[in-house]
């Protein structure tokens, strides 16, 4: 019998040993009640990836970043189309598609985009009731509601387009009483990895999804935030515009809209007029359309994971001496659990609000394109996004537009 904190927690959270308590101070989640809801999402299921080779993809994650190989699917199990590796770390779960047929429409969707996320699955406990909603409100589905059955048992999937050529896979983990019990999706086989583990880092080195930014076309922000509002009902948490959100040569307009439960938050950000090209001009033009930009990865251990991704070859956007030594930044932050000596040496920001603060970081563009990066995000109290960072944070990354040559 599952007792009422197990029905609060998704399978991957119990799978990662997670607490509701260790998930409000990591993604800040709040309680809320799905029944009235009009399209419940429990929480993330899978960020699903499109690159130019997931066996070297899939080392790249595990040896640099830490993560768990759990399962695969590819030409040795009867898919001729491409290989999929399916990666796990805590909570998170990331898929990594490469195509091996040559007429695979992943190999189209790669040379038009590059590395990028294709799919950003979420889990739901009533797939049908949630497609039903979407026609309802005239949202584009993608794939009607349908069983997947295994000997591991039965998962019910259908999916709904976003913004540019993304989509949302809903997943329904939980038919007829029955919990699927595969290592992912029926189609797949559990694989372990083949990768030792460097002493003294740490078990994983970050523990959930605190949320996933998407770029999106000038002007066409607030039907993306109606989108959620109106087909998925999410609520809107945030709205960075003008200054909170500009430098002297680039801006940008951020919206942030999340579920019930705040396990799922989606800040959409579009371009707007300035000196020169911001980052969102950047992606557009490099991922030839709207987006996933960036994915936060939460941790409760900012300065270990840090440490061990640079010792593991992951870059850092920098920070200058001068974000640090500013006092009016000392006496606005307070006190924090580690000095700011040590934040500095590591070049991590700190922001605080009403709730209390947070500690990030940001990573350079991971592929070849300017486009996919992740944050690492510490949660202490807080529930913002680093509104004091933004213009410390643009600037460094209009430092590295102008090494491309794209500011």
Same mark, same amino acid.
């Given at each position: 019998?599952?007792?009422?904190?197990?029905?609060?927690?998704?399978?991957?959270?119990?799978?990662?040993?997670?607490?509701?308590?260790?998930?409000?101070?990591?993604?800040?989640?709040?309680?809320?009640?799905?029944?009235?809801?009009?399209?419940?999402?429990?929480?993330?299921?899978?960020?699903?990836?499109?690159?130019?080779?997931?066996?070297?993809?899939?080392?790249?994650?595990?040896?640099?970043?830490?993560?768990?190989?759990?399962?695969?699917?590819?030409?040795?199990?009867?898919?001729?189309?491409?290989?999929?590796?399916?990666?796990?770390?805590?909570?998170?779960?990331?898929?990594?598609?490469?195509?091996?047929?040559?007429? *695979?429409? /992943?190999?189209?969707?790669?040379?038009?985009? +590059?590395?990028?996320? =294709?799919?950003?699955? !979420?889990?739901? @406990?009533? $797939?049908?009731?949630?497609?039903?909603?979407?026609?309802?409100?005239?949202?584009?589905?993608?794939?009607?509601?349908?069983?997947?059955?295994?000997?591991?048992?039965?998962?019910?999937?259908?999916?709904?387009?976003?913004?540019?050529?993304?989509?949302?896979?809903?997943?329904?983990?939980?038919?007829?009483?029955?919990?699927?019990?595969?290592?992912?999706?029926?189609?797949?086989?559990?694989?372990?990895?083949?990768?030792?583990?460097?002493?003294?880092?740490?078990?994983?080195?970050?523990?959930?999804?605190?949320?996933?930014?998407?770029?999106?076309?000038?002007?066409?922000?607030?039907?993306?935030?109606?989108?959620?509002?109106?087909?998925?009902?999410?609520?809107?948490?945030?709205?960075?515009?003008?200054?909170?959100?500009?430098?002297?040569? *680039?801006? /940008?307009?951020?919206?942030?809209?999340?579920? +019930?439960?705040?396990? =799922?938050?989606?800040? !959409?950000?579009? @371009?707007? $007029?300035?000196?020169?090209?911001?980052?969102?001009?950047?992606?557009?033009?490099?991922?030839?359309?709207?987006?996933?930009?960036?994915?936060?990865?939460?941790?409760?251990?900012?300065?270990?994971?840090?440490?061990?991704?640079?010792?593991?070859?992951?870059?850092?956007?920098?920070?200058?001496?001068?974000?640090?030594?500013?006092?009016?930044?000392?006496?606005?932050?307070?006190?924090?659990?580690?000095?700011?000596?040590?934040?500095?040496?590591?070049?991590?920001?700190?922001?605080?609000?009403?709730?209390?603060?947070?500690?990030?970081?940001?990573?350079?563009?991971?592929?070849?394109?300017?486009?996919?990066?992740?944050?690492?995000?510490?949660?202490?109290?807080?529930?913002?996004?680093?509104?004091?960072?933004?213009?410390?944070?643009?600037?460094?990354?209009?430092?590295?537009?102008?090494?491309?040559?794209?500011?």
């Amino acid at each position: 019998m599952t007792t009422a904190h197990e029905r609060a927690l998704t399978v991957e959270e119990l799978k990662a040993d997670l607490t509701l308590e260790q998930l409000q101070q990591l993604v800040g989640l709040v309680e809320y009640d799905e029944h009235n809801d009009v399209f419940p999402v429990t929480g993330w299921d899978a960020i699903v990836f499109v690159v130019g080779n997931a066996t070297q993809a899939a080392q790249y994650y595990q040896s640099a970043w830490g993560m768990e190989l759990v399962a695969y699917s590819g030409p040795e199990h009867g898919n001729r189309d491409h290989k999929a590796f399916v990666l796990r770390s805590g909570s998170t779960r990331f898929v990594l598609k490469g195509a091996v047929d040559p007429d *695979s429409p /992943l190999a189209d969707h790669h040379r038009r985009h +590059g590395d990028g996320v =294709v799919d950003i699955a !979420l889990e739901v @406990p009533d $797939v049908d009731r949630c497609i039903a909603r979407a026609h309802e409100v005239g949202a584009t589905v993608l794939e009607e509601p349908h069983d997947l059955t295994d000997e591991h048992g039965t998962v019910r999937v259908a999916a709904i387009a976003t913004y540019g050529e993304t989509r949302h896979t809903l997943v329904q983990r939980e038919v007829d009483g029955a919990t699927y019990a595969g290592p992912y999706l029926p189609g797949y086989v559990a694989r372990t990895s083949s990768i030792t583990r460097k002493d003294g880092q740490p078990k994983r080195l970050f523990q959930a999804l605190d949320h996933v930014v998407g770029n999106v076309e000038l002007g066409r922000m607030d039907e993306w935030v109606a989108f959620y509002n109106k087909v998925m009902g999410f609520t809107n948490m945030a709205e960075f515009i003008g200054d909170d959100i500009a430098t002297d040569y *680039s801006a /940008l307009m951020s919206k942030v809209v999340a579920n +019930g439960n705040h396990r =799922v938050k989606f800040p !959409l950000n579009e @371009p707007a $007029v300035a000196r020169k090209k911001s980052q969102i001009d950047e992606y557009l033009e490099f991922y030839r359309g709207a987006g996933a930009q960036h994915l936060a990865l939460a941790t409760n251990d900012i300065l270990a994971t840090v440490d061990a991704l640079r010792d593991n070859g992951v870059e850092f956007l920098d920070t200058p001496d001068s974000y640090y030594e500013d006092p009016a930044l000392r006496a606005r932050i307070g006190q924090v659990r580690v000095p700011i000596d040590e934040l500095q040496k590591r070049r991590i920001l700190v922001d605080r609000d009403e709730d209390g603060y947070l500690l990030q970081i940001f990573t350079k563009p991971l592929g070849d394109r300017p486009t996919v990066f992740f944050e690492l995000i510490e949660r202490h109290g807080s529930l913002g996004f680093g509104k004091g960072n933004f213009k410390a944070l643009f600037e460094a990354i209009e430092r590295e537009q102008e090494r491309r040559g794209n500011l």
